[in-house]
């Protein structure tokens, strides 16, 4: 479901240079790792220089949507209320992608469902016309 610009108002990221790309791609539903051009490491969050080598060549390549949950906490105070209070509980998350990447995100699934290391897939969440999120829920 497409929401409107009115509908949606909660903070948003802001994409910059680097992590522009990244964004489009979840726009078009693909999740996108930068890959350095000179050691093939993966990085995230997007950033312009490779952390192993120093290398500013990178591209984009697509994972596969899928990884493990790392860690998560459950937000049952919705703060600001006016904000959050219907959400509210909701899961923030640390996914490690099937790549080696850990990725911050959200789960789509009741806190109750989850369980440590459990096997887990990108959904994405086309919050505004121009603004897609990456999410996470159990893998089918
Ligand atoms: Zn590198």
Redesign the pocket.
């Known amino acids: 479901m497409i929401r409107t610009m009115l509908d949606y108002n909660k903070p948003v990221p802001v994409a910059d240079f680097d992590s522009t790309p990244f964004w489009e791609g979840c726009r078009q539903h693909r999740l996108l790792l930068q890959r350095?051009?000179?050691?093939?490491?993966l990085r995230f969050p997007p950033s312009g220089m490779?952390?192993?080598?120093?290398?500013t060549q990178?591209k984009w390549v697509a994972a596969t949507g899928r990884g493990r949950l790392y860690s998560w906490i459950v937000v049952r105070h919705p703060v600001p209320r006016e904000i959050y209070a219907g959400d509210v509980p909701y899961v923030v998350a640390l996914v490690n992608l099937e790549e080696g990447v850990r990725i911050p995100t959200n789960m789509t699934c009741a806190p109750e469902d989850l369980m440590s290391d459990m096997p887990v897939e990108v959904v994405f969440d086309d919050v505004m016309p121009n603004l897609t999120l990456p999410k996470f829920r159990p893998l089918r």
Request: with cysteine; aromatic share 0%; proline share 8%.
């Open positions: 350095c051009s000179a050691c093939g490491h490779c952390p192993h080598c120093r290398s990178s």
